[in-house]
């Protein structure tokens, strides 16, 4: 290819994207009947972090993708990483989903199955189709005093702006952040922001600290997309059927 050719291909990419650029940036979301964004609708991530947040190449049953970590690299400590690689090596039997487990907070938004959300004044709440897990996050109140440990952790929402922000806190250590043993503490502490960008998008951000097993926080960000088909619902899931439990 010609230079030529090369600057002709790269404006017109130019003039195609930036309009979409720009969308996110000038988009006003629909407002709920009590005037907060409305986020209601059935949703879902179209990528590959269930496998590995990372960036990975195709292996046997794994296809190829493109990570969602935010610069690339997760700051393990040097025993976390070692720890990391013993998870990798027994991902097939030591992986929370393995065992029918809920899959915790962030993962659960990532995984390959819709999700419901539902607002309230006090509540906004989500419907997972994984293994039908509920999650309530309750507006504008304080965390539980701990310790506590639960599967999905305790979720505080406010608005910032036109961005439901998520703080969560309280979680046991059982959950892993996909397929490829990454993972975390008790000590974890997520805050996640989704902010329609779209009539039909939604931009999904995630800050991960946790001192006893990361050297400094890290992020994460994944598009979010509206399921169109008409009649669309979340439907049942059967976990031990997946397993091959004939039971």
């Not at 994207?17 to 996110?24: I, M, S, T, Y």
């Not at 702006?161 to 046991?172: A, E, I, Y």
Request: charged content about 20%; glycine content about 6%; some cysteine.
């Amino acid at each position: 290819m010609s230079s030529s050719q090369f600057r002709f291909r790269l404006i017109a990419a130019l003039f195609y994207f930036l309009p979409l650029l720009g969308v996110g940036q000038d988009y006003s979301p629909p407002r709920t009947e009590h005037g907060d964004p409305d986020l209601q609708g059935i949703w879902q991530a179209l990528n590959t972090a269930v496998w590995d947040i990372q960036d990975h190449p195709a292996t046997l049953g794994v296809p190829a993708g493109q990570g969602v970590v935010i610069d690339g690299e997760i700051p393990y400590q040097a025993w976390a990483a070692e720890q990391r690689e013993e998870n990798y090596k027994n991902r097939l039997t030591a992986d929370p989903e393995a065992n029918c487990k809920m899959v915790g907070v962030p993962r659960i938004t990532y995984m390959p199955y819709p999700f419901q959300i539902f607002q309230t004044p006090d509540q906004t709440v989500f419907l997972y189709e994984y293994v039908h897990s509920i999650r309530n996050i309750f507006m504008n109140s304080a965390h539980p005093e701990g310790p506590i440990q639960w599967w999905l952790g305790d979720s505080r929402g406010y608005w910032d702006g036109d961005s439901l922000v998520v703080d969560v806190v309280h979680f046991t250590d059982q959950t892993w952040f996909d397929r490829s043993g990454n993972f975390h503490s008790e000590s974890l502490h997520v805050v996640e922001r989704y902010t329609r960008t779209g009539p039909n998008h939604m931009l999904y951000e995630v800050t991960i600290e946790d001192p006893e097993v990361f050297t400094e926080p890290w992020r994460m960000s994944m598009p979010l997309y509206r399921r169109q088909e008409e009649n669309s619902r979340i439907l049942e899931y059967e976990c031990y059927a997946y397993l091959g439990n004939e039971n």
